[in-house]
Protein backbone atom coordinates (compact mmCIF):
# COMPACT_ATOMS: atom_id res chain seq x y z
CA UNK A 1 0.00 0.00 0.00
CA UNK A 2 1.48 3.14 -0.86
CA UNK A 3 0.64 6.77 0.95
CA UNK A 4 -1.23 9.31 -1.33
CA UNK A 5 0.55 12.52 -1.02
CA UNK A 6 -1.35 15.79 0.59
CA UNK A 7 -2.78 18.44 -1.56
CA UNK A 8 -0.01 20.31 -0.61
CA UNK A 9 2.53 17.65 -1.75
CA UNK A 10 0.92 17.68 -5.25
CA UNK A 11 1.06 21.45 -5.41
CA UNK A 12 4.59 21.82 -4.29
CA UNK A 13 5.19 18.69 -7.05
CA UNK A 14 3.25 20.62 -10.18
CA UNK A 15 5.39 23.73 -9.02
CA UNK A 16 8.53 21.97 -10.25
CA UNK A 17 6.49 20.23 -13.46
CA UNK A 18 5.97 22.00 -16.62
CA UNK A 19 2.39 21.72 -18.11
CA UNK A 20 1.17 19.19 -15.56
CA UNK A 21 -2.04 19.39 -13.82
CA UNK A 22 -4.59 17.43 -11.62
CA UNK A 23 -7.30 15.49 -13.40
CA UNK A 24 -9.51 14.34 -11.35
CA UNK A 25 -7.33 12.07 -9.02
CA UNK A 26 -4.38 11.98 -11.44
CA UNK A 27 -1.73 13.76 -12.77
CA UNK A 28 -2.03 14.38 -16.26
CA UNK A 29 -0.25 15.88 -19.04
CA UNK A 30 -0.92 16.28 -22.97
CA UNK A 31 2.36 16.06 -24.80
CA UNK A 32 2.55 17.05 -28.56
CA UNK A 33 5.49 16.20 -30.63
CA UNK A 34 6.51 16.53 -34.27
CA UNK A 35 5.35 13.52 -35.72
CA UNK A 36 4.12 9.54 -34.70
CA UNK A 37 8.00 8.75 -34.61
CA UNK A 38 8.96 11.22 -32.15
CA UNK A 39 5.68 10.73 -30.01
CA UNK A 40 5.84 6.86 -29.68
CA UNK A 41 10.02 7.24 -29.77
CA UNK A 42 9.00 9.58 -26.19
CA UNK A 43 6.87 6.42 -25.26
CA UNK A 44 9.55 3.48 -25.86
CA UNK A 45 11.52 5.79 -23.54
CA UNK A 46 9.94 6.31 -20.95
CA UNK A 47 8.51 2.77 -20.88
CA UNK A 48 11.60 1.59 -19.87
CA UNK A 49 11.42 4.06 -17.05
CA UNK A 50 8.28 3.42 -16.03
CA UNK A 51 9.46 -0.60 -16.17
CA UNK A 52 12.61 -0.04 -14.13
CA UNK A 53 9.98 2.18 -11.72
CA UNK A 54 7.61 -0.84 -11.43
CA UNK A 55 5.36 2.04 -11.88
CA UNK A 56 3.09 2.40 -15.09
CA UNK A 57 1.44 4.93 -16.71
CA UNK A 58 -2.36 5.32 -18.29
CA UNK A 59 -1.34 6.85 -21.66
CA UNK A 60 -3.36 7.29 -25.03
CA UNK A 61 -1.41 8.13 -28.50
CA UNK A 62 -3.02 9.61 -31.25
CA UNK A 63 -0.52 10.61 -33.95
CA UNK A 64 1.56 13.01 -32.48
CA UNK A 65 -0.16 13.48 -29.02
CA UNK A 66 0.85 11.50 -25.82
CA UNK A 67 -2.28 12.18 -23.18
CA UNK A 68 -0.69 10.99 -19.99
CA UNK A 69 -2.80 10.12 -16.21
CA UNK A 70 -0.26 9.16 -13.51
CA UNK A 71 -2.16 7.96 -10.29
CA UNK A 72 -1.14 4.79 -8.10
CA UNK A 73 -3.14 1.71 -8.42
CA UNK A 74 -2.51 0.25 -5.13
CA UNK A 75 -3.15 3.91 -3.41
CA UNK A 76 -6.49 3.59 -4.38
CA UNK A 77 -5.71 5.69 -7.90
CA UNK A 78 -4.55 8.69 -5.60
CA UNK A 79 -1.52 10.40 -6.22
CA UNK A 80 1.86 9.01 -4.65
CA UNK A 81 5.54 10.22 -4.96
CA UNK A 82 5.67 7.22 -7.48
CA UNK A 83 3.48 9.79 -10.11
CA UNK A 84 5.96 12.57 -8.77
CA UNK A 85 9.00 10.09 -10.01
CA UNK A 86 7.70 8.95 -12.93
CA UNK A 87 6.61 12.61 -14.52
CA UNK A 88 9.91 14.06 -13.54
CA UNK A 89 11.33 11.29 -15.67
CA UNK A 90 9.23 11.98 -18.74
CA UNK A 91 10.03 15.40 -17.99
CA UNK A 92 13.75 15.07 -18.71
CA UNK A 93 12.78 12.47 -21.99
CA UNK A 94 9.98 14.82 -23.39
CA UNK A 95 12.12 17.75 -23.09
CA UNK A 96 9.53 20.00 -21.11
CA UNK A 97 6.95 20.17 -24.10
CA UNK B 1 -9.41 11.75 -49.07
CA UNK B 2 -10.16 8.04 -49.11
CA UNK B 3 -13.16 6.01 -48.87
CA UNK B 4 -15.54 4.90 -46.04
CA UNK B 5 -16.00 1.34 -46.16
CA UNK B 6 -20.14 0.51 -46.47
CA UNK B 7 -21.62 -1.39 -43.79
CA UNK B 8 -21.64 -4.39 -45.56
CA UNK B 9 -17.94 -4.29 -46.32
CA UNK B 10 -17.08 -3.15 -42.43
CA UNK B 11 -19.15 -6.51 -41.11
CA UNK B 12 -17.00 -8.87 -44.18
CA UNK B 13 -14.06 -7.65 -42.46
CA UNK B 14 -15.11 -7.78 -38.87
CA UNK B 15 -16.28 -11.71 -39.51
CA UNK B 16 -12.35 -12.15 -40.85
CA UNK B 17 -10.95 -10.64 -37.76
CA UNK B 18 -11.39 -11.66 -33.92
CA UNK B 19 -12.61 -9.54 -31.22
CA UNK B 20 -12.72 -6.00 -32.84
CA UNK B 21 -15.98 -4.48 -33.28
CA UNK B 22 -17.51 -1.29 -34.52
CA UNK B 23 -17.37 1.32 -31.70
CA UNK B 24 -18.75 4.90 -32.97
CA UNK B 25 -17.98 5.05 -36.16
CA UNK B 26 -14.37 3.13 -35.45
CA UNK B 27 -12.95 -0.60 -35.29
CA UNK B 28 -11.89 -0.96 -31.58
CA UNK B 29 -10.32 -4.02 -29.91
CA UNK B 30 -8.85 -4.38 -26.27
CA UNK B 31 -5.82 -6.64 -25.80
CA UNK B 32 -4.80 -8.10 -22.70
CA UNK B 33 -1.17 -9.18 -22.28
CA UNK B 34 0.68 -11.11 -19.25
CA UNK B 35 2.53 -7.95 -18.49
CA UNK B 36 3.46 -4.34 -19.47
CA UNK B 37 6.52 -5.30 -21.32
CA UNK B 38 4.51 -7.27 -23.65
CA UNK B 39 1.67 -5.24 -24.34
CA UNK B 40 4.37 -2.60 -24.56
CA UNK B 41 6.16 -4.84 -26.84
CA UNK B 42 2.94 -5.30 -28.64
CA UNK B 43 2.31 -1.49 -29.43
CA UNK B 44 6.05 -1.18 -30.37
CA UNK B 45 5.81 -3.99 -33.21
CA UNK B 46 2.50 -2.28 -34.21
CA UNK B 47 4.13 0.84 -34.24
CA UNK B 48 6.08 0.01 -37.56
CA UNK B 49 3.53 -0.98 -39.34
CA UNK B 50 1.58 1.97 -38.59
CA UNK B 51 4.46 4.11 -39.92
CA UNK B 52 5.05 1.69 -42.65
CA UNK B 53 1.56 2.22 -43.52
CA UNK B 54 1.23 5.45 -42.94
CA UNK B 55 -1.66 5.25 -40.68
CA UNK B 56 -1.93 5.29 -37.20
CA UNK B 57 -4.42 4.33 -34.59
CA UNK B 58 -5.66 5.93 -31.72
CA UNK B 59 -4.45 3.24 -28.81
CA UNK B 60 -4.92 3.76 -24.46
CA UNK B 61 -2.07 1.31 -22.32
CA UNK B 62 -2.64 0.69 -19.31
CA UNK B 63 -0.13 -2.19 -17.69
CA UNK B 64 -1.25 -5.08 -19.64
CA UNK B 65 -4.00 -3.91 -21.38
CA UNK B 66 -4.36 -2.08 -24.88
CA UNK B 67 -7.23 -0.88 -25.87
CA UNK B 68 -7.00 0.22 -30.53
CA UNK B 69 -9.29 2.22 -32.15
CA UNK B 70 -9.23 2.68 -35.92
CA UNK B 71 -10.79 4.95 -37.73
CA UNK B 72 -9.35 7.45 -41.01
CA UNK B 73 -8.68 10.82 -40.51
CA UNK B 74 -9.15 11.48 -43.42
CA UNK B 75 -12.53 10.13 -44.06
CA UNK B 76 -14.06 11.80 -41.43
CA UNK B 77 -12.93 9.50 -38.64
CA UNK B 78 -14.84 6.57 -40.84
CA UNK B 79 -13.80 3.32 -41.45
CA UNK B 80 -11.51 2.66 -44.74
CA UNK B 81 -9.38 -0.07 -46.05
CA UNK B 82 -6.53 1.22 -44.03
CA UNK B 83 -7.88 0.48 -41.10
CA UNK B 84 -8.89 -3.13 -41.61
CA UNK B 85 -4.91 -3.38 -43.13
CA UNK B 86 -3.66 -2.03 -39.53
CA UNK B 87 -6.18 -4.09 -37.49
CA UNK B 88 -5.15 -7.21 -39.48
CA UNK B 89 -1.24 -6.47 -39.08
CA UNK B 90 -1.88 -6.59 -35.21
CA UNK B 91 -3.99 -9.75 -35.74
CA UNK B 92 -0.97 -11.44 -36.83
CA UNK B 93 1.59 -9.77 -34.34
CA UNK B 94 -0.59 -9.68 -30.96
CA UNK B 95 -1.21 -13.79 -31.87
CA UNK B 96 -5.07 -13.39 -32.28
CA UNK B 97 -5.71 -12.89 -28.17
Redesign the interface.
Known amino acids: MSTPLTAKEIQDALGELQGWARDGDALAKTYVFGS??EA?GF??RV?FE??ALNH????????NRVVVRLSTHDAGGKVTAKDVALAKRMERIGGVK
Open positions: FRFMTAAEHPEWTNVY
